[in-house]
Structures are given as structure tokens and as C-alpha cells.
């Protein structure tokens, strides 16, 4: 199985805030590595796919970048309702498909 | 627009076999794939299986829980289905239902379209 990591595994932000999340697979994945943003109580919810291509009706402030086993998802200025659980997930072996422990992104 | 919903029991005896339904709403069901994911509480996501919705009804399970696991299409033809067999507490979790887009494109695939997920709790 490909594993993958993320760090940190929480944060505190402040709105307005930059903030970065990195994903690591156990190896190289090219860019199948797509992002998940999920709220309390909420099914998570497609940010990115293919490591950098946003999913349609998603804010721009959301982007991602990486290839071959590092990548990071930004949010270049915090909003109130970016406050959740973000996953990464491998698309590149399918057997198992394989997400990561989580980031959960506090308020500061 | 294509929405998915969750249904079965809610609680589930151990050693007993948990079943879900999902359904899906606003769009064609045929020729794509589709997924049951699962998370226990306050833990991380785990993929289940797949199942491709055509005449082949190809599966794909996840190693660690393929003896017991079974995906296929419902008895309504806007249905597929999730059944794992001998459960323990361990199989405590939300489970969702998810749209696997494979993009013939660049060979990516990810869960595009989520159901709201239904809590199964294994306890006698």
C-alpha cells in the first residue's frame, strides 16, 4: 500500500492568514494526489485534483502544487468557513486507494 | 445536480453483516464508478471498494478488508449496495458513499460526489 503522511497534523490560524499543508506518499506518485476539505459533522467535500487543478465552484485562494511524493496544499488568505479537516489522497494506485491522517486547520 | 444518500441500520449486532444502500439521485448512475469510504469517529478515511456501474459490474476491494466485503448494484437500478460480514466494534464508523471520477484525460481518480454519510455502530 502507498502511505501517506501530513503535517502538521493541526494548526492554528488567524483569518487573513497564509497557510501551507504538506502531504507525503511512501512513493512516488506523480501527480495523482488530490485534496479534501471536510467540516464537522459534514461529508468531506473535492478541493483539488491531479495535485494543482481546482474542482469546479472552489475559491481560488485554495491551491495546490507537487509531484513524485511531496505536496502542498496553500490557502492564501484564511475565511471564517475554511476552518476544518483537510485530506490528501493518492489516485495513483487503486488498490487500495489511500488518503491521509488529516490537518485539522483551528482558529487561532 | 447528482446527489447520493446513505440508508441502512443504524446499529448492527457483532459477528452480524452490516448493509447499506446508497442511492443516487439526478443523474445517471450507469458507466461510472462508485465507492463506499468509511471513518471512525474522529479518526481518518478508509476506502472500502469500488464498483464500476456498467454491464460487467466489475469490483475492487480494499486488501485489508476484501473477505469481507461485497459491492454490488441494488436491487432498484439507481442503487448499489455495501455488505461486510462479520463485524466487530472496529467496524464502528460513518460510512459514505462516493462518485469515483476516473479522468480518462490524465489517468487521475478521485471521489468528486459525497454522500452525507449514516453512522453504523457494531454493539449487542
Known amino acids: 500500500d502507498i502511505q501517506m503522511t501530513q503535517s502538521p497534523s493541526s494548526l492554528s490560524a488567524s483569518v487573513g492568514d497564509s497557510v501551507t499543508i504538506t502531504c507525503r506518499a511512501s512513493?512516488?506518485?506523480?501527480?495523482?494526489l488530490n485534496w479534501y476539505q471536510q467540516k464537522p459533522g459534514k461529508a468531506p467535500s473535492l478541493l483539488i485534483y491531479?495535485?494543482?487543478s481546482l474542482q469546479s465552484g472552489v475559491p481560488s485562494r485554495f491551491s495546490g502544487s507537487g509531484s513524485g511524493t511531496d505536496f502542498t496544499l496553500t490557502i492564501s488568505s484564511l475565511q471564517p468557513e475554511d476552518f476544518a479537516t483537510y485530506f490528501c489522497?493518492?489516485?495513483?494506485?487503486?488498490?487500495?486507494?489511500?488518503f491521509g491522517p488529516g490537518t485539522k486547520v483551528h482558529i487561532k | 445536480q447528482v446527489q447520493l444518500q446513505e440508508s441502512g441500520p443504524g446499529l448492527v449486532k457483532p459477528s452480524e453483516t452490516l448493509s447499506l444502500n446508497c442511492t443516487v439521485s439526478?443523474?445517471?448512475?450507469?458507466?461510472?464508478?462508485w465507492s463506499w469510504i468509511r471513518q471512525p469517529p474522529g479518526k481518518g478515511l478508509e476506502w472500502i471498494g469500488y464498483?464500476?456501474?456498467?454491464?460487467?459490474?466489475?469490483?475492487n476491494y480494499n486488501p485489508s478488508l476484501k473477505s469481507r466485503v461485497t459491492i454490488s448494484v441494488g436491487t432498484s437500478k439507481n442503487q448499489f449496495s455495501l455488505k461486510l460480514t462479520s463485524v466487530t466494534a472496529a467496524d464502528t464508523a460513518v460510512y459514505y458513499c462516493?462518485?469515483?471520477?476516473?479522468?480518462?484525460?490524465?489517468?487521475?481518480?478521485?471521489?468528486?460526489?459525497w454522500g452525507r454519510g449514516t453512522l453504523v455502530t457494531v454493539s449487542s
Open positions: 462516493a462518485r469515483l471520477f476516473y479522468s480518462r484525460s490524465n489517468y487521475d481518480w478521485y471521489f468528486d460526489l
Open positions: 439526478g443523474g445517471s448512475i450507469s458507466g461510472y464508478y
Open positions: 464498483i464500476y456501474y456498467s454491464d460487467s459490474g466489475d469490483t
Open positions: 512513493q512516488s506518485i506523480s501527480s495523482y
Open positions: 491531479a495535485a494543482s
Open positions: 489522497q493518492q489516485g495513483y494506485s487503486t488498490v487500495p486507494f489511500t
